[in-house]
């Protein structure tokens, strides 16, 4: 089965300076790649997803990278924000619409 | 509010009780996902409804578990016999199939806590 995992565990950034987050996963007939945000007792919420025929994707100052030969996948933000302190979860789908196999997760603080 | 709605919000309960949770997809969405998530981890796959059917369970999901989806609406997770080991959030997603996005939409999730 699946095997999705993350690095770093914990990041501390100063505002304004990039962050970045990085997954590996094992399947190689994974092809669809979200990335979630969650916020202290929240939900969470998706950010910014990825499919398998695409390489790279960007939405503001948020973007995702994929590489599937080497089976890894980055979530990339640029210019960061308090607001944008929160766990980051990758996750990886071998098909649309069933279970996502998700990583560990990444506390990310954005240091004032 | 439109979103995926779980309930109760947080659920205390001795060990060996039965509990039950509600969750109330997005109105349009077919599919419907349980997930497990302790401190610290990101959440595991529990089972998966397309409409009423079941379609997929995790070797996470013991005999003291069972998940129904009556009408295709909402849908009911029960934990028979409770351990403490079962303590967790317990987050219900939905999502469309075909839809434009892929991503599932979470609910706030039920907090169970096992004593």
């Known amino acids: 089965g699946e095997n999705v995992e993350q690095h770093p565990s914990t990041l501390s950034v100063q505002e304004g300076d990039s962050a970045v987050i990085k997954c590996t996963y094992s399947?190689?007939?994974?092809?669809?790649f979200p990335w979630y945000k969650q916020e202290l007792g929240k939900r969470p919420q998706l950010i910014i997803d990825?499919?398998?025929?695409?390489g790279e994707k960007k939405d503001q100052r948020i973007a995702v990278t994929l590489n599937k030969t080497a089976k890894h996948f980055s979530l990339h933000i640029t210019e960061t924000q308090p607001e944008d302190s929160a766990v980051y979860f990758c996750?990886?789908?071998?098909?649309?619409?069933?279970?996502?196999?998700f990583g560990p997760g990444t506390r990310l603080s954005v240091l004032p | 509010d439109t979103g995926v709605s779980q309930d109760p919000r947080h659920k205390i309960t001795k060990r060996g009780q039965n509990v039950t949770f509600r969750c109330d997809p997005i109105?349009?969405?077919?599919?419907l996902y349980w997930y497990r998530q302790t401190l610290g981890q990101g959440p595991e796959f529990l089972t998966y409804?397309?409409?009423?059917?079941?379609?997929?369970k995790s070797r996470l999901l013991s005999d003291r578990f069972s998940a129904e989806r009556p009408k295709g609406s909402f849908s009911t997770l029960e934990i028979q016999r409770t351990e403490q080991g079962d303590s967790a959030m317990y987050l219900c997603?939905?999502?469309?199939?075909?839809?434009?996005?892929?991503?599932?939409?979470f609910g706030s999730g039920t907090r169970l806590t096992v004593v």
């Open positions: 409804f397309q409409n009423e059917a079941q379609l997929e």
């Open positions: 996750a990886a789908s071998p098909t649309y619409g069933q279970n996502f196999v």
């Open positions: 399947d190689s007939a994974s092809n669809y």
């Open positions: 997603a939905s999502s469309l199939e075909g839809g434009r996005g892929y991503g599932y939409t």
């Open positions: 990825i499919r398998s025929n695409v």
């Open positions: 109105s349009e969405h077919n599919r």
